[in-house]
């Protein structure tokens, strides 16, 4: 992950892709770890906002009704609360739809049968959101 920083800092290049194996060029460096870039880049790390702007707009920019339940009640979210916030507002803008879709389906479901801590979180999250959804 480091070199990817350093080659940003050097080039002010970087790529970032939902797909594993995909670059636009053998120039530019590619990432699908996009999270951990943003985890690194933050003030806690390494304090680039420039790069961790670039990773936010990228997240925002590939999220969808497909996948943003995963993302919103991910332990990402949970960390990061800039991105937390926002798929928290997309969620619930857009709640009439993602209800209805089986991505949404599955997700509550593999939860449950998951059994594990998680479940206590998400759950107490899902209905503070929908109890105070506009």
Not at 15 to 43: A, H, M, N, Q, R
Not at 72 to 88: L, P
Request: hydrophobic share 30%.
């Amino acid at each position: 992950m480091f070199h990817l920083v350093l080659s940003y800092l050097y080039t002010d290049r970087i790529c970032f892709s939902d797909y594993p194996g995909v670059k636009p060029d053998d120039e530019t460096p590619t990432t699908c770890d996009v999270e951990g870039l943003y985890t690194i880049s933050g003030p806690r790390r390494l304090n680039m906002e420039s790069l961790q702007r670039k990773t936010f707009h990228f997240l925002k920019a590939t999220t969808n009704l497909q996948n943003i339940t995963d993302r919103v009640f991910g332990t990402f979210a949970a960390e990061h609360t800039d991105v937390g916030k926002w798929y928290d507002e997309y969620f619930i803008d857009h709640w009439d739809e993602i209800r209805k879709l089986q991505e949404h389906e599955q997700y509550m479901t593999q939860l449950e049968e998951d059994d594990d801590s998680n479940y206590r979180r998400v759950t107490k999250k899902f209905r503070k959101m929908l109890q105070e959804r506009k």
